[in-house]
């Protein structure tokens, strides 16, 4: 999935005591084996996922990955556990075709870029227009035979829940139901709430969970697993809200 010299390049970098890989973008002494940690708990979630394990789970690992693209760390992210967990059930767990749903507010550019040619890996991100890292424009629907495979949803500053659900529930959704996935993954950040100082949505904490009861139910339709991984949320606070209310969500009724 990512470039030998990346990956090379972040062992050097935290094997010599970190630095700046960006402006953005630091390494520590402990990150590398804090990112090889977060891409392996998705690598065996997807596992258990398609192995019959379980159904649901959830990797809440830093860093995040959605922005590290095949040959760039970038955004906090230093290696795109998402996108190896989905390259990983494809190439050796038989699953044939993956959803990648990215609800972070900021457009997983790196995913995107993964799969920029798959039609293997259906990928669809709402996100705020406009911010970091500037990508995602709705025009942008992916490339030679992945072309048509990526939606990407951007929506204004300000947007509430019910713009987020609406895209969810009339294009993200159904767009996956058309493409018959064996497994579905979310990137699941929780930086669009309200509070968070990062973006410029309206979420409230209850969004994220209706969000979540909306995939959850399409999965358990599809009957398909469901597995969601930890992406951006920068108040602390919220975080510690969101994130049990989505797993919450994902097991009531």
């Not at 940690?37 to 990797?59: P, T």
Request: hydrophobic letters at 45%; charged letters at 20%.
């Amino acid at each position: 999935m990512h470039d030998p010299l990346l990956v090379r390049g972040i062992r050097e970098l935290s094997l010599t005591g970190g630095g700046a890989v960006d402006g953005d973008t630091y390494v520590g002494a402990s990150s590398l084996r804090a990112a090889l940690h977060a891409v392996g708990g998705a690598c065996a979630m997807a596992r258990a996922l398609l192995n019959g394990e379980a159904q649901l789970a959830f990797c809440g690992v830093r860093p995040p990955g959605h922005h590290a693209e095949p040959a760039r760390a970038m955004g906090f992210c230093l290696f795109n556990n998402i996108a190896i967990a989905a390259a990983y059930a494809l190439r050796e767990l038989g699953a044939q075709r993956v959803f990648i749903l990215d609800w972070d507010v900021h457009h997983g550019n790196g995913t995107a870029e993964a799969f920029r040619h798959s039609p293997e890996v259906l990928f669809a991100s709402i996100h705020q227009q406009g911010i970091y890292p500037g990508t995602g424009d709705r025009r942008d629907t992916g490339s030679g035979p992945g072309k048509g495979y990526t939606l990407n949803l951007p929506v204004p500053a300000g947007s509430e829940e019910d713009l987020w659900l609406s895209l969810l529930e009339r294009i993200a959704l159904p767009a996956a139901a058309a493409f018959k996935p064996d497994l579905v993954l979310l990137s699941a950040g929780f930086d669009a709430h309200r509070d968070d100082p990062l973006a410029g949505c309206r979420l409230h904490t209850e969004s994220f969970a209706r969000m979540a009861r909306r995939v959850r139910d399409f999965a358990a339709a599809a009957a398909v697993p469901l597995g969601l991984i930890l992406e951006g949320g920068y108040n602390i606070p919220v975080l510690a809200e969101c994130v049990p209310a989505t797993l919450a969500a994902l097991t009531d009724g």
